[in-house]
């Protein structure tokens, strides 16, 4: 090792020592504070970057300390900024603290009312105001998905009485419920744990706000809906021959859903689902361009679980940027695993 590559070596390691010094220093004073004040109350879990920073100076920026209650094992995080002290810092995790309290009382609350309306099986609750201060009440429950594969549905008989018991229990706001696949269980297991989130949990091993959980439906495959609103412009009014054959499809396969008639609620398909089963791919394959969907509902015919839907063909070329070439009906059927595409034809 030549001279000048030795001494960039070792200007290398210094910086690496100083960073690390610079940051580890107000942690350990942090840690300390803690331990001073509230003894055996609270835990240090670790203290986090959750704002950007100089290389060098890597204080700078806003900091999250992840504190857990031992009263109720709920873990919640106090935001420190390069300014704070020992001083500054106690009456933050009182705050913090008092905050977490009535988050968790909260969430107990929407838990016991979600229990009342007789929602049973693997879920948790998440009610709280989002970032922009409009309510939300979200619901995340988990089925297996390799039931459907056998032609079998998401939910026994119990578990729809109690889904269809949330959504005609008059709840304020509507809860939302997502489905996510019974593999993810592992990644949810502190929630599930408790049947609702808390301020933070750890989610795919990193510490997760409420807020932050409110916007992830990053694995949820459906999600349950008593209306199944269809966008109003899947074919334009000035083709109404098409309009007529494409929303009339879709009143049928509304009016007609199995989940629909016994439970009183749809089972609609997120985007990942799309993505998960490849439909686009098979659209794409089977001569439509776009390859995405403009609807589609879980549903049950001659014993078979199928997702059914509308996908429609741009027409391109044409002085109309909204108008399309063609509708058609598409039945992807879970055990074979094979769609089925259709044309739609128009009474003339």
């Known amino acids: 090792m030549t001279s000048k590559l030795l001494l960039a070596f070792v ?92 988050f968790v009382r909260q969430q107990r609350d929407a838990l016991a009312s979600l229990r009342a309306a007789g929602l049973q099986g693997d879920f948790f609750s998440l009610k709280a105001d989002s970032a922009y201060g409009k309510p939300r009440w979200n619901i995340a429950y988990f089925a297996d998905m390799g039931a459907l594969r056998h032609d079998q549905p998401l939910f026994d008989a119990a578990m729809a009485r109690g889904l269809a018991g949330v959504m005609r229990a008059g709840l304020q706001p509507p809860p939302q419920i997502d489905i996510y696949p019974a593999s993810a269980r592992a990644d949810y297991a502190d929630p599930l744990g408790k049947g609702y989130h808390g301020p933070i949990e750890l989610i795919r091993g990193t510490p997760q706000t409420y807020m932050e959980s409110q916007d992830d439906g990053s694995t949820a495959l459906w999600y349950l809906d008593d209306k199944a609103v269809v966008a109003p412009h899947i074919v334009s009014e000035r083709q109404p021959a098409l309009r007529t054959a494409c929303y009339g499809a879709i009143d049928a396969m ?31 394959a089977s001569g439509l361009r776009q390859g995405h969907t403009s609807f589609g509902l879980l549903d049950r015919i001659d014993g078979h679980m199928v997702l059914r839907g509308i996908v429609t063909q741009d027409a391109p070329g044409l002085d109309d940027p909204y108008a399309v070439e063609a509708v058609y009906e598409y039945e992807y059927a879970f055990a074979t695993d094979t769609l089925q595409v259709r044309r739609l034809t128009p009474a003339s």
């Open 254 to 284: 509304r009016a007609r859903n199995a989940f629909f008639v016994r439970d009183g609620f749809y089972i609609v398909p997120s985007g990942n689902l799309y993505r998960d089963y490849g439909i686009p791919d098979r659209l794409r």
């Open 11 to 102: 200007a290398c390691l210094l910086l690496g020592a100083l960073a690390a010094c610079a940051g580890r220093g107000p942690a350990r004073m942090f840690e300390r504070t803690v331990q001073d004040r509230f003894g055996s109350e609270l835990q240090v879990l670790s203290l986090r970057k959750l704002g950007s920073s100089e290389p060098l100076a890597r204080w700078k920026g806003v900091y999250g300390l992840y504190v857990r209650d031992r009263a109720d094992g709920e873990p919640f995080m106090v935001r420190l900024t390069q300014d704070d002290s020992a001083e500054t810092l106690v009456p933050k995790v009182e705050a913090a603290r008092r905050e977490k309290n009535a």
